[in-house]
């Protein structure tokens, strides 16, 4: 049997995960009193004991993990001296410990309280550090990953036979905590927490019917233990208690209220589909958050996730209320305070503007110049119809760089779609200008209509001078387009045809649109450009695809009367096509 020791285990999740899950002989060292409630509460094996180089533990293990230890101890090499003292000879050695890479000016407040600990943490290591370290220690094989703000280390004197950087597996993960939330008599605060970390796991997972059972389970424990409900505002008692660093009995709370109400946000906007329930949860979690983290930083601590969910809830409420009361989304941003971070009032405009909220999503931008003319620019264009000054806002909004200018891109071709049905051609070139500088160049997609449009107002110079960009030619209409332009600039009906008859069969993998006439000229197109190009035997079979039996469904009757009367000048067409194998 495979043996695993923890240095440091605390309450001993991973130990009793190694027995459970992998059958492994799990051992922990720990004097802490959490250790003790761990060793009780999982019915694991915690020996309250600082590890040193000479204690029996029975033999040697296949794997010695020490997480979030290293940075606490001062004489590092001594430590990993220790840890190489109970590992086998084909053991691995796993360390984490924050990262002193990740120790920037931009990382919030609380993670750089994580990861510094003043008072707490004697060393940071950097991956270079760590990786020295552990060399130095006589290991032949380590590696060294980054984690978020965490770094993760291997170390053996046997190669790593297995991916390092590869993601914990959640599947895995959940299937444990069912495993323990199935043992009866688990402490209160245990299940609790284990329950809350379960709700999380299956709220990420997407898997919203049975996170939503979860929740309920956890929101009844909430009533009966703290005296009130997730499902009501949360009393401003409640808060005041915990404020104040009171988390425990009736109107305390317990420590996974702002997570437990996050994910029952994240459930009604995503699994129930109720907006206005969403929001009204995120602004719980948001004030929830907050009072927990007064209380931790009274003490000098704090908590990432509890600062993500202060951060990140108000924002997930507003976008939630984007589909329930858009005009209210621009109201509660002018009268905070503090301003959301710009990202989030980007996401914000995006969704009105996506939603079609486009008046809303001008006055949410009031505060970013940029973002208020991507916003102004889609009213003006499908609003107003005003392409002119459309253009000019899209244009403004193109400066901005990053997410702005992606969807000002969009724009400014979509705008200058609309603008060139009714320029003159002198105009052509001023409106086309702008697209022909687009850094990176532009796609099919923001070309390919403009290129379709141009063709049939019979603007061929102007399409021509589009089409090396239109690189994609799978959509039926571009093809059909290009075809044209072959056909009539370039004179070169047998590359029209081809072209015609490859828009054809993008044509009939589409199912029927109210467009079927148009589809119908698809095939029209290829046959007169087989007879232009004196391909009788090739326009017969081509006039076959749509009056013989093999015709679409969607195949008019005036496309074939139309097609009927091109043929009646060329008779030997006809008599070719009665020589076809019916279909």
Not at 13 to 38: I, K, N, T, Y
Not at 118 to 136: K, N
Not at 387 to 415: C, H, K, P
């Amino acid at each position: 049997m495979h043996r695993y020791l923890e240095l440091g285990c605390g309450y001993g999740f991973s130990v009793d995960a190694a027995q459970r899950l992998f059958g492994w002989q799990g051992l922990g060292l720990d004097p802490s009193p959490l250790a003790q409630a761990g060793s009780i509460g999982l019915d694991i094996a915690i020996q309250p004991i600082y590890a040193t180089t000479e204690i029996d533990l029975g033999g040697r293990f296949e794997l010695v993990y020490a997480s979030e230890v290293i940075e606490h101890v001062d004489d590092p090499k001594a430590f990993i001296d220790i840890c190489t003292a109970h590992l086998g000879p084909r053991g691995i050695l796993v360390l984490t410990t924050p990262d002193a890479g990740s120790i920037q000016p931009d990382v919030p407040m609380a993670e750089l309280i994580l990861a510094l600990s003043p008072g707490h943490h004697l060393i940071l290591y950097s991956a270079d550090g760590l990786r020295h370290l552990l060399q130095a220690a006589g290991f032949e094989h380590v590696s060294v990953t980054s984690r978020g703000h965490r770094l993760v280390a291997y170390a053996s004197h046997e190669p790593l036979d297995f991916d390092v950087t590869a993601p914990l597996d959640r599947a895995l993960y959940r299937r444990y905590l069912n495993q323990v939330l199935d043992r009866p008599n688990l402490p209160a605060s245990l299940e609790r927490g284990l329950r809350h970390r379960l709700l999380k796991e299956l709220t990420n997972a997407g898997d919203y019917d049975a996170a939503a059972a979860v929740l309920q389970t956890l929101t009844a424990d909430i009533q009966q233990n703290f005296g009130f409900s997730i499902a009501a505002p949360i009393p401003e008692e409640v808060l005041d208690q915990v404020r104040i660093g009171h988390i425990g009995g009736r109107f305390g709370a317990p420590w996974c209220l702002a997570g437990t109400l996050y994910c029952a946000g994240i459930i009604a906007q995503n699994g129930q589909g109720d907006p206005g329930a969403a929001s009204r949860l995120f602004d719980q979690a948001a004030r929830v958050a907050a009072a927990f983290r007064r209380s931790y930083l009274a003490i000098g601590i704090d908590d990432g996730e509890t600062s993500a969910i202060e951060q990140d809830a108000p924002g997930q409420s507003l976008l939630a209320l984007c589909r329930v009361d858009p005009d209210a989304v621009a109201a509660r941003l002018a009268e905070k305070p503090q301003r959301l971070p710009d990202a989030w009032t980007q996401r914000l405009v995006f969704c009105l503007i996506d939603l079609g909220h486009l008046e809303a999503a001008v006055a949410a931008a009031s505060s970013n110049p940029s973002l208020r003319a991507l916003a102004q620019g889609f009213l003006s264009l499908h609003r107003h119809g005003d392409s002119g000054s459309a253009l000019t806002a899209f244009q403004q909004a193109l400066g901005a760089g990053g997410l702005v200018a992606e969807r000002a891109r969009r724009g400014l071709a979509a705008a200058t779609h609309q603008a060139i049905l009714v320029a003159t051609p002198d105009q052509l070139d001023a409106l086309l200008a702008p697209l022909r500088r687009f850094d990176p160049p532009a796609s099919t997609a923001e070309l390919g209509p403009i290129l379709v449009s141009l063709t049939d107002r019979g603007l061929l110079d102007a399409a021509a001078g589009l089409e090396p960009q239109v690189r994609d030619r799978s959509d039926w209409r571009i093809a059909n387009a290009l075809g044209m332009l072959e056909l009539l600039h370039r004179r070169n009906p047998a590359a029209a045809a081809t072209l015609f008859a490859q828009a054809w069969d993008g044509a009939l993998t589409e199912a029927s649109d109210g467009h079927d006439g148009e589809r119908c000229r698809v095939k029209h197109h290829e046959v007169m450009a087989r007879l232009i190009d004196g391909d009788g035997p090739g326009a017969a079979k081509a006039a076959a695809d749509l009056l013989g039996p093999a015709a679409p469904a969607w195949a008019t009757d005036e496309a074939r009367t139309d097609l009927k009367a091109l043929l009646a000048d060329h008779p030997n067409v006809r008599s070719i096509m009665e020589t076809l194998p019916a279909a």
